[in-house]
């Protein structure tokens, strides 16, 4: 992995807001208000999410929205995911589960399905205050 393409994300940066069903267990996760990036990548990202939602191996829905307008109007996830009109959905996969503290767990994904173009869309969002943080961090260097 090439660390030039990786984002870290703090909490005043995350501007979007994520719902997702797990493939593997069946069960949804619309705490879109606990779960948070903590960072992005070419191949995957890792999320802060609550605890026993998912475990290493499975497969995941996302559904990423800019707005979480939508999200309150639903108030739970649909049956039908289809009805979510998220801006961002994709497909990935577990690859690791570290736990946070007693509640919260960050996870660590691959990208299994995803539109290329979208994702790299998704990225830049981001990636623009990585190189600020990047530049001064260069320019005050010793």
């Known amino acids: 992995m090439n660390k030039k393409n990786i984002i870290l994300i ?3 940066q995350t501007k979007d807001y994520v719902v997702f069903h797990n493939q ?8 879109y208000d606990r779960m948070q ?5 070419d191949w995957g990202f890792s999320l802060l999410c609550t605890k026993g939602k998912c475990a290493v191996g499975h ?10 307008s939508s999200l ?7 049956k039908n995911h289809d009805l979510l009109k998220a801006d961002l959905d ?4 577990v690859v690791a589960v570290e736990s946070v503290d ?9 990208l299994l ?3 290329k173009e979208k994702w790299d869309a998704f990225l830049k969002k981001y990636n623009w205050k990585q190189d600020k943080i990047n530049y001064v961090f260069d320019k005050f260097r010793i």
Not at 72 to 78: A, L, R
Request: hydrophobic share 35%.
């Open 90 to 93: 994709f497909l990935a996969k």
């Open 24 to 31: 593997t267990s069946k069960q949804d996760c619309f705490e």
């Open 113 to 115: 399905d995803c539109k």
């Open 37 to 41: 990036f903590t960072s992005l990548d």
């Open 10 to 12: 703090s909490k005043e």
């Open 72 to 78: 309150k109007k639903m108030g739970k996830m649909p």
């Open 102 to 110: 007693d509640e919260m767990v960050e996870i660590s994904f691959e």
């Open 59 to 68: 497969a995941l829905d996302f559904f990423v929205f800019d707005s979480d």
